[in-house]
């Protein structure tokens, strides 16, 4: 992962050749600045709607010991096996790229002592995660997720505040005709007795799996429930139900939790198929998925993990959570028509005529950022069609022009870009203006 040594830099531009044209590695992407929009649009109202819940944020490292990974999403995984960025470092030790954000919380949570604030905690995160995938519409193999974790409390009040968040997210940015689904998967009680109800079910069919599913249906059972491949969707609609193998206490967070999103108004529906794909949830689980149908629909999902803070050497401390992916909401916000409202046009463009106006120019401009406004200096040389030309392209609301007259004068000409109306004024009134 460091810098290349002499005998393997010759090898590396040799087989790219001289004149080669780096690209951005397959499955990442540049966000451009005429996309950034709708990246500040996202984390805004993320961010606000997280506060409003008393959330305080949290950022982790993008790599992580390899074992965090192994031990909460689970050895058997397709993530783990498949899709992860591990590497040793120079101290020959193994790190991972981070594949999802859940982990790493708790972790910090667990080496800083959040235990002992009072619980529970409420933690929301922006970060990147890596995963080794066919890349595809709004999935990258480099992709960024939005995401909160409540830790500490296991009453199903928490859940349905979870499941509130992540609904009024999505009515914050705008979007519609969405469909809220839920399940609950039991706990480390009662689901050993629901898989092998699965199990038993699907050894009935062993011949219609994919090749995968049958490796499933061995060390990760649940995992069966998610397979879209084509032989084995029609399976699912007639498996067990996990909602029915339910031991009492599960059966009772799970009424309540209906219960509670029954008065909160979010309408939802009950989807026995739904698992989730990493091996550390625990009763409730949930998706909210956009009119689109298809394989990467979800636009955000999560659920309860009580026995992962335990997992990863702490006590048994129940958490709750969920992540959606930054892309993904950008995709359905374009295919919305969704207004993006971020004002990021410069406040002022700065043109002047030759030396002596570019100095004021400097001058102004200092002063203009100081109040909190922004401001960019023209090219000086360039004739004031050239510059002004220039301000319309990077849509400056208003032109200050400095030349001759304005210098002998003291005084300032500001054009207005919407409409044309241009106004004079003395240098001293704009500035005490400011």
Known sequence: MGSLQPEEAKIFYRHRGKDSVFKAPRGTRDIQPDEQPYWRYIENRASKIARLYGFKRLDTPVFE??????????????????????????GNDPLTLRPEGTAPVCRAY???????????????????????????AGRYREHHQFGVEVIGDSDPMVDMEVVQIGWDLMDGLGLKGLSLS????????????????????????????CKDCIQRL????????????????????????????????CQIHWDRLCKYLEISGIPFEVDHKLVRGLDYYTRMVFEITPPEEGAQSTILGGGRYDGLIEELGGKSIPGVGFATGMERLILNIERQNIDVIVDEDPEYFLASMDEKSAELAVMLGVKIRESGCSAIQGQQGRGLRGQMCTANTLNAKRVIIIGENEITNGSLTIRKMTNGDQETVMVDDFLAAL
């Open 182 to 209: 839920l399940n609950s998967i039991g706990d480390k009680k009662c689901r050993p007795h629901y898989i092998k109800e699965l199990q038993r079910y699907y050894k009935r069919y062993i011949g219609q799996l």
């Open 110 to 136: 667990l080496e800083h002592g959040m235990q002992n604030l009072p619980q529970p905690v409420r933690l929301y995160y922006f970060c990147p995660v890596f995963r080794y995938d066919r890349p595809q």
């Open 65 to 90: 010991d390899s074992g965090l990974f192994s031990r909460s999403v689970g050895a058997g995984t397709d993530i783990m096996d498949k899709e992860t960025y591990t590497f040793n470092d120079r």
């Open 218 to 249: 061995d060390n990760n059972p649940l995992r069966v429930l998610d397979c879209k491949q084509a032989s084995c969707a029609p399976l699912r609609d007639t498996a067990p139900a996990s909602t029915d193998h339910l031991c009492d206490e």
